[in-house]
């Protein structure tokens, strides 16, 4: 028996060396970035698993080269296949008054031609936009949500701030009922900056959901998919037991939100 458990510490040595190591290379090797937010992040390197291909950059920078000389020209039938595909009418004119519906005054056609004109200029950022931002988001499309994936659905760590045990046995009764629907498994984490989703309280003047005593509020975002989010709890819940239905249902609830999940109504 001792010498089981002296076999069971030297391997839990081996993995937790790994984990360190492999931890401090993935800080030393991150993208800056500026989010959908503006503010300027770090992205660790390991989670760029989607970036453009070469062949999708040249595919978009010819594309680009030629909406530019449709735009230059709007009233020409447009003759080439890749063109008439993306713009889904014959001429620019009529895909204008197509996007607005004939509802709209003179000055907002010429802001729409500006603002599909703006759409063709970035052929990298075009490419980079159908890749997700070149992030790993599992392949999982969420609909319906504010963002149009999570990065990395299969590990989402989560941080307890408000430091209360009950909070954090209903954060992890959530994690495991949310980690039943397929794609989503979460991971509970002791430092703030590890983490993608914060719980912490409702700040004095934030105000909850109607009907639910907290909120999920997306802190961080690039190419649309969701990097970090905060769920706040209302300190009238935070400190009642974790199984009580009012924290239980709340952290439930803001939790389907933290992973996309619109709310439901009727
Ligand atoms: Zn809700």
């Known amino acids: 028996m001792k010498k089981l458990n002296v076999l069971l510490i030297a391997v839990v040595s081996i993995l937790t060396a790994t984990v360190t190591v492999s931890f401090n290379i993935d800080e030393s090797m991150a993208k800056t970035v500026v989010d959908d937010q503006n503010n300027v992040i770090e992205i660790p390197d390991k989670y760029f698993t989607n970036m453009p291909s070469p062949e999708l950059i040249e595919n978009q920078t010819v594309l680009c080269r030629k909406m530019q000389y449709y735009f230059a020209h709007p009233a020409e039938t447009i003759t080439d296949p890749v063109v008439l595909n993306e713009v889904g009418t014959d001429t620019i004119n009529k895909a204008l008054d197509n996007a607005f519906n004939g509802k709209e005054g003179q000055r907002?056609?010429?802001?729409?031609?500006?603002?599909?004109?703006?759409?063709?200029?970035?052929p990298g950022d075009r490419a980079l936009r159908l890749m997700a931002g070149g992030l790993d988001t599992g392949k999982v499309a969420l609909e319906g949500s504010k963002f149009v994936g999570i990065l990395?659905?299969?590990?989402?760590?989560?941080?307890?701030?408000?430091?209360?045990?009950?909070?954090?046995?209903?954060?992890?009764?959530?994690?495991?009922?949310?980690?039943?629907?397929?794609?989503?498994n979460f991971r509970l984490v002791d430092d703030p900056k590890e983490a993608r989703v914060i719980v912490g309280e409702l700040n004095p003047g934030e105000t909850a959901e109607e009907h639910i005593q907290g909120n999920f509020k997306l802190v961080s975002s690039y190419y649309n998919i969701e990097i970090q989010g905060k769920i706040g709890l209302s300190p009238n819940i935070t400190n009642l037991n974790w199984d009580d239905t009012d924290l239980l249902h709340t952290v439930m609830h803001e939790m389907g939100h933290a992973v996309g999940r619109p709310d439901l109504y009727g």
């Open 108 to 122: 907002k056609h010429a802001e729409l031609l500006e603002n599909f004109k703006s759409q063709y200029l970035n």
């Open 152 to 184: 990395d659905p299969s590990d989402i760590t989560v941080y307890n701030a408000t430091g209360k045990k009950n909070v954090t046995e209903a954060i992890k009764y959530s994690m495991n009922e949310w980690s039943k629907t397929p794609y989503f």
